[in-house]
């Protein structure tokens, strides 16, 4: 398998496929709202909020202002406590035991 420092693709080539990658990570969590964020901390531990935390430290190095709420926004596709209060159920007994187990490890 090539290594992708080696490969022929430009820089700007690169940065065109990661950001339409994101976009489209975004556009597969906002078509999957039942998937949980206590879902994807278990199973691979990051979830929306670790991806609007990302998104807003990129931005504070590259001295872009951007706000927490804006990064959610643009990961949520909607305002944060709107998202939680359409989709977001508490969290089972058994996801709160799946996370803490996680957690430990």
């Given at each position: ?5 080696q ?40 979830c ?12 504070d ?43 430990k490890?």
């Amino acid at each position: 398998m090539p290594d992708l420092e080696q490969t022929t693709l430009s820089q700007a080539q690169k940065d065109a496929l990661d950001a339409a990658t994101f976009r489209r990570l975004l556009k597969h969590l906002d078509e999957n709202k039942d998937v949980q964020n206590i879902d994807l901390m278990i199973l691979a531990n990051f979830c929306r909020n670790c991806l609007s935390k990302w998104y807003k430290a990129e931005a504070d190095a590259q001295n872009i202002s951007v706000d927490m709420d804006t990064a959610r926004m643009r990961v949520y596709g909607m305002d944060y406590t709107e998202w939680k209060d359409k989709f977001q159920p508490p969290a089972t007994p058994e996801q709160l035991e799946a996370f803490n187990a996680r957690s430990k490890c």
